[in-house]
């Protein structure tokens, strides 16, 4: 099984020489959406839904299945999309990925795979700024990092902590006391006090004289027990599109000892003020970007807000979701919080669009990877315990997520100048899945991984350790790590010993462990490994997902259905799509063979300038108008 794996990646990132042959400069405009499912986009285009994708495609050239990174996760993939070159030379093994360099850091550490800084492999945006094209970034991966030509607006790396809520589990009311200027209220003023972030605030419920709904009807949110020192006031409403205008003006709150902003939204006010719904996006710093520019775009777009509600969601934070018992109302909240980061996203792009100059253009939208994640799992047929019933009511939710993907790309074609080039890209598909595979404690299992007495990972006795980035491989403690014990005459025995571990993983009678690569053996040839990859990577059987527990309990074990993925690339559920549309471009329909480390290549011919440095891709020539 560990040769099949071999031969079919080998396949995918072997290096091809690409060409260059100078063409007619021209301008360019890419759209990122993240986490793009080809056949679940092909269905809605056949029902008229996604208008603007459709119109793309229709007039260009497309693959429907391209290969993603290895692993298939959005870091590794941007990296090489942007790059033309495989994980190997990017460097970026994960949205987390182990430190370097080896000798420094144990196996125990990781740092982030969306720094700048740590990518190896030169940018297109590089290469472009460098041939004279002006670059505009807006929010891309990897944009906004490290400085490199042109305007780089990036939010992303601003953001340090999650959305969350308040509510009757967290706060309770009382009678507000030791107040001044108590705004009007038909009934006595209650207040809670919480915390976003490193900020403290203060809730005043209020019967408010100029509503007509008897009870409590109104939060005031003040960052004291003033009520001149108010910070939003908000209402309670309908979930959903409708709902959009029932969101504060930006608030600002404290990340560690800085200024923040963070946006409410009041979902639920029970009338005797004893329950409450106060839903908050992750606090967020200024955009990075010239400061001229980001407070034109704040006033344009507001701050940035990244992403919606997932988590919170997930956790039953915004009411029981529907697979749960849910009547519907967490699922409309949640499709809100996602509204409302796509509102953003569009206005910042109108912002770009109608007020800066630029030749070569990347905007990324984080939709639909988000709710893919959420309701991918619900609506797999394959996976056990499917219930149809359940995917019928969730699937109009995450259409309607692609359509606010699809408006996005709109915006663009819209505003598109003449003799410019339109691309459409993704980074990974999506896969259901339904059970958790315990990678460590089956190398625990096998002696190759030792706890101490405080249950953590013991460097000093283990050779093999599933990190908790968890991106699909995992690490041999070498001596060439930090703390490592490993010497290399006795990798291969613990290679072997890793083998009979994970292929000897059993869900009843079925293996979950699929295949294996050494990236000591193949990693050249497949452009996987590294100093920041991995040493074995592991493919499971579809439907499993792996768990980097280390803790005492199952190998496998049933977990609620979502989407992922990160997994071998070769699956038809990783492929995802590329596009071209415009001049230079062949109206030739549909590609095949084609993988992400083609698409700099690609756009570089078009845009007439060389492809980046250390780009492995190919050239799509079947994809352009003009000769080789």
């Known amino acids: 099984m560990i040769f099949r794996f071999v031969i079919l990646m080998a396949a995918v990132f072997a290096a091809v020489p690409v060409s260059f042959a100078q063409s007619a400069q021209r301008k360019a405009m890419v759209v990122a959406w993240d986490g793009l499912v080809p056949s679940f986009a092909k269905e809605m285009m056949a029902r008229g839904r996604l208008p603007n994708l459709q119109r793309l495609l229709a007039g260009g050239v497309y693959a429907e299945d391209v290969i993603a990174a290895t692993p298939s996760k959005t870091a590794p993939g941007f990296a090489s999309l942007w790059t033309g070159a495989a994980t190997r030379a990017t460097g970026i093994s994960g949205n987390r990925m182990p430190r370097a360099p080896a000798n420094q850091f144990t196996i125990l550490e990781n740092s982030l795979g969306f720094s700048g800084t740590a990518l190896r492999a030169e940018l297109l945006w590089e290469t ?9 970034t807006l929010h891309v991966p990897f944009g906004g990092d490290t400085v490199s030509g042109g305007l780089h607006v990036q939010g992303y790396n601003r953001t340090s902590t999650f959305s969350g809520i308040i509510d009757g589990r967290k706060v309770k009311s009382k009678p507000a006391t030791d107040w001044h200027n108590l705004p009007p209220s038909n009934f006595p003023p209650l207040e809670i006090a919480f915390s976003i972030s490193a900020g403290s605030f203060y809730g005043l419920m209020i019967d408010d004289p100029n509503d007509a709904v008897i009870g409590y009807d109104t939060l005031v949110v003040t960052g004291s027990r003033d009520g001149l020192d108010m910070r939003a006031q908000l209402k309670p409403g309908y979930a959903g599109e409708r709902g959009l205008d029932l969101w504060s003006a930006e ?126 799992g619900h609506l797999d047929p394959a996976l056990p315990g499917h219930r149809p019933e359940i995917a019928a009511r969730l699937r109009p939710h995450l259409e309607t997520v692609y359509q606010q993907a699809d408006k996005f790309l709109g915006l663009f074609l819209e505003h598109r100048p003449e003799d410019t080039v339109v691309a459409l890209v993704s980074d990974h598909g999506m896969e259901g899945v339904s059970r958790w595979v315990a990678i460590n404690r089956a190398l625990q299992a096998s002696g190759l991984q030792v706890l101490d007495a405080q249950g953590r990972v013991d460097l000093s006795r283990t050779k093999a350790y599933y990190p908790a980035i968890s ?62 990859g991995g040493d074995i990577y592991i493919e499971l059987m579809p439907g499993y997902d792996f768990d980097p527990a280390i803790a005492a309990g199952a190998m496998v074990l049933q977990r609620e259905p979502i989407g992922n993925h990160g997994y071998n690339p070769l699956r038809p559920s990783m492929r995802t799509i590329m596009a071209f549309n415009g001049p230079g471009v062949r109206p030739a329909g549909k590609l095949g063979q084609v993988s992400l480390i083609d698409f700099a290549p690609t756009l570089a011919r078009l845009l007439g300038i060389p492809a980046p440095a250390q780009a492995s891709g190919q050239v799509l020539y079947d994809a352009l108008s003009e000769p080789r």
């Not at 472009?128 to 505009?136: K, N, S």
């Not at 919606?308 to 519907?328: C, I, K, T």
């Not at 490592?484 to 571990?501: D, H, L, N, S, T």
Request: net charge neutral; no cysteine.
């Open 128 to 136: 472009a700024a460098r041939a004279g094209l002006r670059v505009v």
């Open 471 to 532: 991106n699909g491989y995992l690490l041999i403690n070498t001596t060439a790590r930090k703390s490592g014990i490993v010497a290399p005459e006795e990798r291969g025995g613990v290679v072997r010993e890793i083998q009979r571990a994970l292929f000897g993983l059993r869900d009843g009678n079925r293996p979950v462990v699929a295949a294996l690569a050494d990236a000591q053996i193949v990693g050249l040839g497949l452009g996987i490994g590294g100093e920041t």
């Open 251 to 376: 608030v600002l709150t404290k990340v560690g000892d800085g200024p923040a902003t963070t946006y409410l939204r009041l979902f639920h006010l029970q009338r005797d003020g004893g329950e409450l719904l106060l839903y908050f996006t992750a606090p967020v710093r200024d955009n990075f970007a010239p400061r001229n520019v980001i407070q034109d775009l704040k006033a344009a777009a507001g701050m940035f807000v990244g992403n919606g509600g997932s988590f919170v969601y997930q956790q039953g934070g915004l009411g029981p979701p529907l697979a749960q018992g849910g009547d519907g109302a967490a699922e409309a909240r949640y499709l809100e919080t996602i509204q409302f980061v796509a509102r953003h996203f569009n206005a910042a792009a109108r912002w770009v669009l109608e007020t800066q100059s630029w030749d070569f253009l990347l905007a990324y939208s984080p939709f639909p990877d988000e709710a893919e994640h959420v309701w991918r």
